[in-house]
C-alpha cells in the first residue's frame, strides 16, 4: 500500500533541486571572451578565485576557465595533483604578464618548493590554453585530460607575485597553504 505524501513532505524532497542550482547560477551567468560557456563552477572560497568547467565523459576531457582577482604585476595558478593534496606533483597551469608585457599561459609540474617556472609538460594531456586579464582578474582556459579519467582530483590555486618576467614564489602563510580542496568534475562537489 503506497501511503499519499503530505504536501509538506513533497515541498521538501524538492528544495534541494530547487536551492542548488539557483546558487550554481551565482557564477553561471558570468561571462567570458569569445561566448565560452561552461557547466558547472564553484567559488573556491579563498584568494578571490573561482573554478568553471564543463566534463566531457565520452572523452575523459574537462574544459576548464579559472578567474581569480589579481593585481597585473602577480600571477595566478590552478593545478591538478593526481597524486597528492598539496603543492609538490600538482599540474599547474600559471597566467601572468611577461617580461614583453604580453599576457600568458604556461604549464608546470612542481615537483619540489624552491621552483624555476618555467613553460614544461604535465603527466597528463593539456589540449589547449591560454589567459587574459580584464578587471583586475585573469582568466586561465583550457582543456584537458583528466588525469587517468577520474572524475574526482586533488586541485590546488595559488597567487603571487612576478619578478623579471617570471612567477616567484607565493606566500607561505594564510590563504595561500589553504588552496586546496578535492573536486568532483561530475557532481561540482568541491570537499
Known amino acids: 500500500m503506497v501511503l499519499p505524501m503530505r504536501p509538506a513532505m513533497l515541498l521538501l524532497s524538492f528544495l534541494p533541486s530547487l536551492i542548488l542550482p539557483c546558487l550554481a547560477q551565482n557564477c553561471l551567468s558570468d561571462t567570458f ?3 565560452r560557456l561552461y557547466t558547472r563552477c564553484s567559488s573556491l572560497g579563498r584568494l578571490n578565485a573561482t573554478l568553471y568547467w564543463t566534463y566531457h565523459p565520452s572523452n575523459g576531457t574537462a574544459d576548464i576557465a ?7 604585476s602577480g ?11 598539496g603543492m609538490i606533483g600538482a599540474n599547474a597551469l600559471l597566467a601572468f604578464h611577461d617580461s614583453a608585457g604580453t599576457v600568458t599561459a604556461i604549464t608546470y609540474l612542481f615537483s ?23 578587471n583586475g582578474k585573469y ?5 584537458v ?4 579519467n577520474r572524475t574526482t582530483l586533488n586541485t590546488v590555486w ?5 619578478s623579471g618576467g617570471v612567477p616567484v ?3 607561505l602563510s594564510g590563504d595561500n597553504i589553504r588552496s586546496m580542496a578535492s573536486t568532483n568534475f561530475l557532481s561540482g562537489v568541491l570537499e
Open 158 to 162: 595559488q597567487a603571487g607575485q612576478v
Open 33 to 35: 571572451s569569445n561566448n
Open 66 to 72: 579559472y578567474r581569480a582577482q589579481q593585481e597585473s
Open 145 to 148: 585530460a583528466l588525469p587517468g
Open 75 to 85: 600571477f595566478v595558478a590552478w593545478a591538478i595533483n593526481p597524486s597528492s593534496s
Open 139 to 143: 582568466t586561465i582556459y583550457s582543456t
Open 112 to 134: 619540489n618548493f624552491t621552483p624555476s617556472v618555467r613553460d614544461s609538460n604535465l603527466t597528463f594531456r593539456v589540449y589547449s590554453r591560454e589567459a587574459e586579464y580584464s
Open 169 to 171: 614564489s607565493h606566500a
